[in-house]
């Protein structure tokens, strides 16, 4: 702390992280990174395009890889917005189209980011507890706010909302934008973007982070109406022209343009997810369903944080939040079969040895 800080900066508390371990051969199931690695034709793709042409600026609006996430989603280049991360489309939407005199809405328990942009852009804000099989309920939102955030599948949960309740929500906030942060919804779940056609108030944001395994590339983006897309870019070009580098924009329509590799990637982590929440259970544990690329289990009898230490002693990090009604669940990212069989191991070991 300093004299020098703003008021604001004074107030943050950041967002921390799941761990990025420097260690090597860590079982790594703690930050839903995809086991498989970017498609070979994303990676030959930035290969090329590190030559001369990194002297050049990117194109600032991305234009290419717009169309090519145009065609791929069925909507027009005026109803996308692309940026470094969807964390960052995220920043982008609460300055843009949050930041209103009634609070914004989203569940308790969500991702942790919302908060952390809510101290930083001076939005308020109200937690709407889940239900008692932790759901989001459209019912709980019926109160007077400034615009709707949550993930679908919601993290760290993992537990999907169909279409059907999504259009709930916009049926019943037509005056509020609603935000679906679809980061894992290639894993079972049902997008809401064919819904951004009927309402005008919808917004919808991916990433390329996990079903594409380009958590290192930075690329999310947003899908709905063209006016909610001109705030973001507003917001965008008054803070940096140039949000996608060369390689990035290369890469993300090479990602888009393997559909084969997609396929069969994302089945193969859902396939082995079923698998691994099927022998959680034969271990004790209590599994949530999950449409993610991740799993959240409680242990029936023992403490979460002590599984968690004792699997990190056998090298493998999972993730365990300190937070009221979620502190006896673990996170567990869905790997590979090996990693998912080592993991269980491990579990299986550590169970053993408990009193
Ligand atoms: N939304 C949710 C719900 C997430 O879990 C994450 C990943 N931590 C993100 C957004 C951000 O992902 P990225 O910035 O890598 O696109």
């Known amino acids: 702390m300093s004299r020098f800080w703003s008021p604001v900066v004074q107030g943050l508390t950041p967002y921390v992280p799941g761990e990025q371990p420097k260690?090597?051969?860590?079982?790594?199931?703690?930050?839903?990174e995809n086991p498989y690695g970017p498609s070979p034709a994303v990676l030959t793709a930035v290969r090329d395009a590190v030559g001369d042409s990194l002297r050049l600026y990117p194109d600032p609006n991305a234009d290419a890889l717009k169309d090519t996430l145009a065609e791929y989603h069925g909507v027009a280049r005026n109803e996308i917005f692309v940026g470094n991360g969807s964390d960052e489309v995220l920043a982008f939407v609460f300055q843009a189209l949050l930041q209103h005199e009634a609070p914004v809405l989203f569940p308790d328990v969500t991702y942790s980011f919302y908060p952390v942009y809510c101290g930083l852009y001076g939005v308020d804000f109200v937690k709407v507890p889940l239900s008692a099989t932790m759901e989001i309920r459209p019912e709980d939102y019926r109160q007077p706010c400034g615009g709707i955030i949550f993930p679908n599948p919601n993290a760290p949960t993992g537990i999907g909302m169909p279409a059907a309740t999504v259009e709930q929500l916009l049926i019943d906030h037509p005056d509020a934008v609603v935000v679906v942060d679809e980061a894992y919804i290639d894993f079972g779940g049902e997008?809401?973007?064919p819904l951004t056609k009927r309402y005008p108030n919808l917004l919808v944001v991916q990433t390329l982070s996990k079903s594409r395994s380009l958590a290192g590339l930075r690329v999310g983006f947003a899908i709905g109406h063209p006016d909610l897309i001109e705030a973001l870019?507003?917001?965008?070009?008054s803070f940096n022209s140039y949000p996608l580098d060369r390689l990035a924009q290369v890469g993300a329509i090479?990602?888009?343009r393997d559909e084969a590799y997609f396929q069969q990637t994302r089945q193969a982590i859902m396939a082995s997810r079923?698998?691994?929440?099927?022998?959680?259970g034969e271990l004790g544990f209590e599994v949530l369903p999950s449409q993610a690329n991740f799993i959240f289990a409680r242990h029936l009898q023992q403490d979460a944080l002590k599984l968690a230490q004792g699997l990190r002693e056998r090298a493998v990090i999972v993730r365990h939040f300190k937070q009221p009604r979620i502190d006896q669940y673990l996170r567990i990212t869905v790997g590979t079969d090996a990693e998912c069989a080592t993991l269980v191991t491990a579990l299986r070991e550590i169970l053993a040895a408990a009193p």
């Open 23 to 32: 260690l090597q051969n860590l079982v790594k199931l703690n930050t839903n």
């Open 191 to 193: 997008s809401a973007i």
């Open 233 to 237: 870019d507003r917001v965008k070009n």
């Open 274 to 280: 079923d698998k691994l929440a099927a022998q959680l």
């Open 254 to 256: 090479a990602a888009f």
